[in-house]
C-alpha cells in the first residue's frame, strides 16, 4: 500500500526534478502530426506472440507494448462522457483498460506518455480525476507486465511516447467512440 502510494507520488513530480532513472527518461515528444481529417497511420500488431506469458500481440515494435485494442488494428474504443456508474464518473477523463507488457530482454525503467495527433491535447494515465500525463514500469527481471488505464476526452488519432534507457519509440493509434 505503501510503495503504491509512492509510486502515485511520484508521477506527480515535474519531469526536471523527477527521481533518477525518470529524470533521464524525460526525452522531448517527438510525436508526429497528422491533418485533421486524415487518415490515422497506426502502428501495426507486432510479429511476436506472448501467449506463453498469458497476453496477446501488442502494438508495435517493443520493448514495451500496449495490449488489449480493438482488432483488426490499432483501435482504441471508448464512451463519453464517463459513464456515470464507472471508476470514472466525475471526471471529464473517460477511460479504457490497456495492459502495458515488457518483453523480458529488456529490463530499464520505461517511461509512457502521449497525445493528440490530429489534435491538441495529450493522454493521461490510470485513475483519478484528472489522471496523471505519465505512466511509470519499474525496472526489473523478466517478464513485466502492467495493467493501466488510457484516458481520453475526444476520439482521433494519438500516440504513445515510450522511453527506456536505450530506446524511444511512438505507437499510434486511433480512439474511437464505442457503440
Known sequence: MLA????????LIPAN???RPWARLHRPLHLPTVAPGA????SQIGRINFAKYGVGKGIGPGPAY???????????????????ASGFAGSLWSGVKVLWFV???YRGPVLIRGGGLDHPGRLRFNRGKVPPLEMRIQKGNG???RPSYTRLRAPGCYAYQIDGTTFSRVIVFQAELAG
Do not use: E, H, K, N
Open 103 to 105: 518483453a523480458p530482454r
Open 143 to 145: 517478464p513485466r507486465d
Open 4 to 11: 503504491s502510494a509512492l509510486l502515485g507520488a511520484m508521477a
Open 17 to 19: 526534478r523527477a527521481p
Open 39 to 42: 487518415t490515422c497511420p497506426v
Open 66 to 84: 500496449p495490449i488489449g485494442f480493438a482488432q483488426p488494428g490499432s483501435v482504441l474504443q471508448f464512451t463519453y462522457p464517463p459513464d456515470p
